[in-house]
């Protein structure tokens, strides 16, 4: 599988299984039918409640630890230094793991100097306790402030889809070799309804999301989708066997844009 390189000791796969709203015993199952199919690269949060079950499925899979990518996220409220410290102890212990391959910050918080936060996750790096360093739900201007500290920022895990391109925040990243991981890539099943992706699909014998899918690895964007249907998981990791011809890439940036759809009351987007 393609791989977007995040520094010197990691790379990224393209693709890889999003757990939202999979909680314990609920994730068993699909993460299984995942690795099956043969996805290697999981996306879990400390908010997610899955740590656990999915430490025991890669452990039980009999897969070599580095053959796997494992990104976890801390939450908002545990930013400062000695937070973020035990968060990770705690996660690691949760997965059975010696070391997270991606972390990240899930959410800005404004009240917690962000350079308090890369300094400690940069030690947890030098530790050998996590790979590389990441954000999510930074915009351009949260980004410039993290970039002050002169901390390497690896990836930047936003909400982005057909109807939500973040084109300006994709070109800024790419301007700062900060690699972006597309969240929600197929709009919560929403973007799947779209005329264009639906005619496309119809062009290609594809599904809407392998459509969806083949755009964001061509733009070398990479795409996190949730499944608990085992032909939705299979049909998304079956993406990666097409590319989409330029003008129909084209197409698919001329979709209409709508508001995001994860906006939460902390969130820190209008500023
Ligand atoms: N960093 C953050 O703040 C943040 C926020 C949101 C999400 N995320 C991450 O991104 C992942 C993905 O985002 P998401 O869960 O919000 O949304 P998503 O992956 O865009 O959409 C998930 C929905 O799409 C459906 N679906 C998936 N593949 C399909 C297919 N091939 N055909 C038809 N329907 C399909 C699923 O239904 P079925 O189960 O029926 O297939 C599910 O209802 C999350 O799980 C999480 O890991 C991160």
């Not at 099956?36 to 430490?55: M, P, Q």
């Not at 360093?133 to 901390?151: C, D, P, Q, Y």
């Not at 062009?203 to 608990?228: C, D, F, G, H, V």
Request: glycine residues 4%.
């Amino acid at each position: 599988m393609k791989r977007i390189y995040l520094n010197e000791q990691a790379s990224i796969p393209i693709l890889g299984f999003g757990t939202w709203q999979l909680a314990g015993e609920a994730a068993r199952k699909p993460l299984e039918v995942a690795l099956s199919v043969g996805y290697r690269h999981f996306d879990t949060a400390a908010a997610y409640d899955n740590h656990e079950v999915l430490g025991e499925v890669l452990k039980r899979s009999g897969l070599k630890r580095e053959e796997l990518f494992v990104t976890s996220k801390i939450w908002r409220d545990d930013l400062k230094a000695r937070d973020v410290v035990a968060a990770c102890e705690e996660a690691l212990e949760e997965l059975q793991m010696p070391y997270i391959d991606l972390y990240l910050i899930h959410w800005p918080n404004r009240e917690i100097p962000i350079g308090e936060t890369l300094e400690a996750m940069g030690k947890l790096k030098e530790d050998g306790l996590i790979k590389a360093i990441g954000v999510s739900n930074f915009t351009i201007r949260h980004l410039e402030e993290a970039m002050k500290t002169g901390i390497e920022i690896s990836n930047n895990q936003v909400e982005l889809h057909p109807s939500f391109n973040q084109n300006e925040l994709e070109s800024y990243c790419d301007r700062h070799h900060i690699s972006l991981t597309a969240y929600s890539p197929v709009g919560q099943g929403q973007d799947l309804k779209l005329p264009k992706v639906q005619t496309l699909a119809k062009k290609y014998s594809r599904s809407e999301s392998e459509i969806i899918l083949a755009w964001l690895r061509q733009k070398n964007i990479i795409a996190i989708p949730r499944s608990k249907d085992p032909d939705h998981i299979l049909e998304n990791f079956k993406s990666l066997d097409f590319d989409l011809e330029t003008a129909d890439l084209q197409l698919m940036e001329d979709i209409p844009q709508e508001r995001r759809m994860i906006n939460p009351s902390f969130a820190e987007f209008a500023e």
